[in-house]
């Protein structure tokens, strides 16, 4: 399985932008990726959970730092995740990565067992 993650650049502080990952690879199922989420890592900082979605129920969850500005979708069709991220702040300056994973909605990054290259997002004040 094969994450590709797009979208990142650069904004200034209240604009938006859309991030997308999409799977890939031979063989798997919508249960390979029951849950499919993003963290982020901004320099000099440990990676750290922003959000995830069930795919199956559309169940979310969301770090309490973008809850309200952030909104996390999956299109089942294409098996692409999208986060659309809005009012966005300088601290929300970081490389996004997308990662799924076999089991239920979870902010533990040990528990994804797929993970796709970073994508940075930059946001000047």
């Known amino acids: 399985v094969q994450l590709q993650a797009s979208g990142g650049g650069l904004v200034q502080a209240g604009g938006s932008l859309r991030l997308s990952c999409a799977a890939s690879?031979?063989?798997?199922?919508?249960?390979?990726?029951?849950?499919m989420g993003w963290f982020r890592q901004a320099p000099g900082k440990d990676r750290e959970f922003v959000a995830a979605?069930?795919?199956?129920?559309?169940?979310?969850l969301y770090a309490n730092s973008v809850k309200g500005r952030f909104t996390i979708s999956v299109y089942n069709a294409n098996n692409t995740v999208y986060l659309q991220m809005n009012s966005l702040k300088p601290e929300d300056t970081a490389v996004y990565y997308c990662?799924?994973?076999?089991?239920?909605?979870?902010?533990?990054?040990?528990?994804?067992?797929?993970w796709g290259q970073g994508t940075q997002v930059t946001v000047s004040s």
């Open positions: 690879g031979r063989s798997f199922s919508r249960y390979t990726l029951y849950t």
């Open positions: 979605i069930e795919r199956n129920v559309g169940r979310t």
């Open positions: 990662a799924a994973n076999s089991g239920g909605i979870t902010f533990r990054e040990r528990v994804y067992d797929y």
